[in-house]
């Protein structure tokens, strides 16, 4: 068993999933992509994340809507989070971080910097 950080990334656009992947494939952890919330909802118990990274804008179910249903299930209901958003205008981020985010990171966000932004908030 890996002693890798568990990251549960909820994203429904493939591209930004590509380039995140390659961000942190060798930066020490156990990735589970999703490309929507209610997927996410399905998958994260099984998977027991550490963290969890939310695109904040997502046809469906809204990355706040995604993470108020993980809080519901069994383990999750600290599971520190950040949240993924081009909106970054300071009473936007308030309101994300008062939802329970630890962080809020702007997208598009710098590949170099993400594993250490999302290792942080550990």
């Known amino acids: 068993m890996s002693n ?54 997502m046809s469906g179910m809204d990355g706040p809507t995604t993470l108020e249903n993980l809080r519901k299930t069994s383990g999750l209901e600290s599971t520190p989070a950040l949240f993924l958003t081009a909106k970054v205008q300071p009473q936007e981020v308030d309101a994300l971080l008062a939802l329970g985010a630890k962080k809020v990171i702007a997208k598009p966000f710098d590949v170099m910097t993400l594993a250490d932004q999302i290792k942080d908030a550990l």
Request: with cysteine.
């Open 4 to 57: 890798n950080i568990r990251l549960l990334y909820v994203e429904d656009e493939a591209d930004i999933i590509e380039i995140a992947e390659c961000a942190l494939e060798d930066e020490g952890f156990d990735l589970l992509f999703c490309s929507s919330g209610s997927e996410a909802v399905e998958k994260a118990a099984e998977f027991s994340p550490d963290i969890i990274l939310l695109d904040v804008m």
